[in-house]
């Protein structure tokens, strides 16, 4: 086990609680001595100040959606949870504050995003919630995985964005699929499940996506698809090399996207 | 009657060893083990009720703690807008870089830290400093009440 899943284990044991909807975030943020305020940030969406048996998470007064405040929110009571006894100095020679930060605190930002992921939805509670999905609606499992009906049943039990539903589905490998995410138009991220191996030589980060791909369409129209219509039919060459003796065979996508944030993700798998 | 207070303690004793020892006396009982209730679960369910309650109620006494924050925010931030010397003195104090560091602060998405970021930290400082003494005021008044309990 990581270091993330076994604080959150801990932190489930210590409160009694099972699933996250058990024992609100806010209880168990006030219980543990954390304030929380909303401010005007410029540079961050949040921020914790953290003593050995206190903090002050101050959160951006712009984050309106609820389902991402409470990942903030977990995230930062991940840094209270695993990070308060690091102290790594800050010395004259580093030039600001700013770039010390970001030589130095990369892994916890990981540790952080993981300790949210799995506060929120717990990987053994997130496999069952799968599994008794599918068996209450055997239309998910017809016709190809439908990823979006099942995506709306895991983002509703948990009360989490679907952004934070498809990249916990990626990462508990329940099915082979592989998230990419474009910003402005151009691939930025990509993630993949374990079980996903063959095809990440073939992504091409900082361009844009090919004109065959979901995420293409959606930034040229500026709408993505909804309703039943949001699993689409994609040529395997749309994100993936093939080569000469690969046939381009059919994969599915499914593409959420902001238009506020120029934002996209494609979660993509075969029937 | 040294004797005498030891004999009459006997049949005690005898009780208890028979309910401890002899499972003849738990013969009235229902034996939860045959039966279909799973104790264990019954338990473990209990134990961690009681534990959401306690995180309740802590979480509940740290809220009047918060409140009383909330409102030195409102006299910090008039008083940094204001230019008050005394908060401004702090506000030079703590945007020093060693100083700053020794916070520990984290972010989520850094980009910068802006000025008015720093200034705001100065805030989250303050706040745990208030936290922590409010903290200690609640704990000697604790002991205060305890030590004078144990005198009446």
Partial sequence: MLLPQIAVKKLYDDFGIVKPADLSLDTILACKNIFVREAEIDGAEARILMREDSAVITISNRIQNQQKRKFILSHELGHFVMHRFNQLMLTDTDETFDSWYKNNFVDQEVEANLFAAEYLMPSKLFEKVCKSVCKDHPEILRDGLDLPVLMDAIARYFDVSMTAAFLRFVDCGIHPVIAVGCKDGIVSWFKWSSDFPHYIHAFNRHLPPRPESVASEVFKNGISYSGLERKQWIPKSAWFSTGSRDRDSTFYEYCIYSERYGYSISLIWEP | ?152
């Fill in chain 2, 1 to 152: 009657m040294k004797n005498r207070t030891q004999g009459s303690l006997l049949p005690q004793w005898d009780e208890l060893f028979s309910i401890l020892y002899e499972p003849e006396a738990l013969r009235d009982e229902p034996d939860l083990r045959v039966s279909s209730i799973n104790v264990d679960k019954i338990v473990e369910k209990n134990t961690r009720l009681f534990l959401q309650l306690r995180a309740k109620a802590n979480a509940e006494a740290n809220s009047a703690r918060f409140e009383a924050a909330k409102n030195f925010i409102v006299k910090m931030q008039e008083g940094l807008k204001n230019n008050v010397a005394a908060y401004k003195q702090l506000a030079d104090e703590i945007l020093s870089k060693p100083k700053f560091a020794q916070l520990s602060p984290m972010f989520r998405n850094l980009d910068q830290v802006s000025k008015s970021d720093s200034l705001d930290m100065l805030i989250d400082a303050k706040i745990l400093d208030l936290l922590e003494q409010l903290q200690n005021d609640v704990k000697s008044e604790f002991n205060d009440d305890a030590a004078s309990s144990n005198r009446g």
